[in-house]
């Protein structure tokens, strides 16, 4: 990996350059980073799933990302998409986190108001840290029973989760960083909120046409977020921005 902006250098430890960045959390509330990949031509999923579209240098940035993040946020609709399991974090990466303060590995947290989650599925049976389920007052309270037997529930919202109150329950439970990775309906509702202060774009050398959503879908923000390129790494034609709030 090679840093290509601001200046040019060899980036020998992905995971470092990434855990060096600054994330302070604002008053009030956690940090919140968004890391999305898409091919050149703006598709976020091939066949349904992300995975082929990430190649060596997202999965680099992916991992780093997640070693710094105290929560690791996702839609339902990502989790039911992707298969989401509990993080798999890296000796090392424990250590680190360790020496940070931080528990060893991130928690899931899933926005649904459905409560559609596959209650069974390894996310929840072999989390180290239970699951985080953010759900708002109209969910079926069955479900949410159900649901509270195998993660924590917390409701952020009467008819759905609102944004700003679900970023302020996950700093209630103490993570001062928190990384959402979509999906784009998710991402839309972060980004109208006014509420991303980081955003991670890798752009895949692939053109992929489809009919994916692209990174953020949704309601308009009043006006769109300036943001400014803080560093650009290159990998094998795939570009991995880090875009911070202006
Ligand atoms: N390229 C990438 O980096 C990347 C990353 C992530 C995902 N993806 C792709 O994106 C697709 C999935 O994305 P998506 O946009 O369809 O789904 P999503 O944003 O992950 O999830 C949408 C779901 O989240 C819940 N939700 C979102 N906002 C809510 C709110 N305010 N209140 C309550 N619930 C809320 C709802 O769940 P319920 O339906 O359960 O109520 C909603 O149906 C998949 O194809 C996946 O592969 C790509």
Redesign the pocket.
């Known amino acids: 990996v090679r840093r290509i902006w601001p200046e040019v250098a060899d980036v020998p430890d992905v995971a470092a350059a990434v855990a060096a960045e600054a994330r302070p959390a604002p008053p009030g509330r956690p940090w919140l980073a968004v890391?999305?990949?898409?091919s050149v031509d703006g598709?976020?999923?091939v066949g349904?799933?992300?995975?082929p579209?990430?190649g060596d240098g997202d999965k680099a940035v992916f991992s780093a990302l997640r070693a710094v993040a105290d929560v690791v946020l996702?839609?339902?609709?990502?989790?039911?998409?992707?298969a989401y399991g509990p993080p798999r974090t890296p000796a090392a990466r424990r250590a680190e986190r360790r020496a940070r303060g931080q528990a060893e590995v991130p928690r899931i947290a899933?926005?649904?108001?459905?409560?559609?989650?596959d209650l069974g599925a390894p996310l929840f049976t072999e989390a180290e840290l239970a699951p985080i389920v953010?759900?708002?007052a109209a969910?079926d309270p069955r479900r949410r029973a159900a649901t509270a037997e195998v993660a924590e529930v917390a409701l952020?919202?009467d008819?759905?989760?609102?944004?700003a109150r679900?970023l302020a329950a996950l700093g209630d439970l103490g993570a001062t960083v928190v990384l959402a990775?979509?999906?784009?309906?998710?991402?839309?509702?972060l980004v109208a909120a006014g509420l991303v202060d980081e955003w991670c774009t890798?752009v895949a050398p692939l053109l992929a046409a489809g009919a994916?959503?692209r990174?953020a879908?949704g309601r308009e923000p009043a006006v769109p977020q300036q943001m400014r390129l803080d560093r650009l790494f290159e990998h094998d034609g795939e570009l991995l921005a880090r875009y911070l709030r202006r």
Not at 48 to 51: K, P, Q, T
Not at 74 to 82: F, K, L, S, Y
């Open positions: 890391n999305m990949v898409a598709a976020t999923a349904g799933a992300s995975g579209l990430g996702a839609g339902a609709g990502t989790v039911r998409a992707e899933v926005v649904t108001r459905s409560l559609e989650l953010l759900t708002c969910s952020a919202g008819d759905a989760v609102e944004p679900a990775e979509g999906g784009p309906h998710l991402n839309g509702e890798t994916s959503d990174a879908v």
